[in-house]
């Protein structure tokens, strides 16, 4: 089985930083995309930054110039670097990582998700 560990949520002022991280474990042969989505309260979950095992990324028109998603593949784990918070980007954050496993003839990927971390922008 794989696990995503996430970490870094908190209660930040306007205008502050955070960084989240997710660490996938587990049964891993390769991890292809990793991303986040976030999902505020009695709103839909939306996808906010992704990024292919080859570094390239992709991000929400909100998050754009203010959010930057990494990652280290040696360690299976990925990061968002948020700056410039807003009252809007209160929500649990949630990591997820397709993982790769021997399939028959190929590898097989199945999405993992990490169990979510709250985010609240407040002052």
């Known amino acids: 089985q794989v696990q995503l560990m996430e970490s870094g949520g908190g209660l930040v002022q306007p205008g502050d930083s955070l960084r989240l991280s997710c660490a996938a474990s587990?049964?891993?042969?390769?991890?292809?995309?990793m991303g986040w989505y976030r999902q505020a309260p009695g709103k839909e979950r939306v996808l906010v930054a992704s990024i292919t095992s080859g570094g390239n990324t992709n991000y929400a028109d909100s998050v754009k110039d203010r959010f930057t998603i990494s990652r280290d593949n040696a360690k299976n784990s990925q990061y968002l670097e948020m700056n410039s918070l807003k009252p809007e980007d209160t929500a649990v954050y949630y990591c997820y990582a397709e993982v790769g496993d021997i399939g028959p003839g190929k590898i097989q990927y199945s999405r993992y998700w990490g169990q979510g971390t709250q985010v609240t922008v407040s002052s």
């Open positions: 587990g049964r891993i042969l390769t991890v292809s995309g």
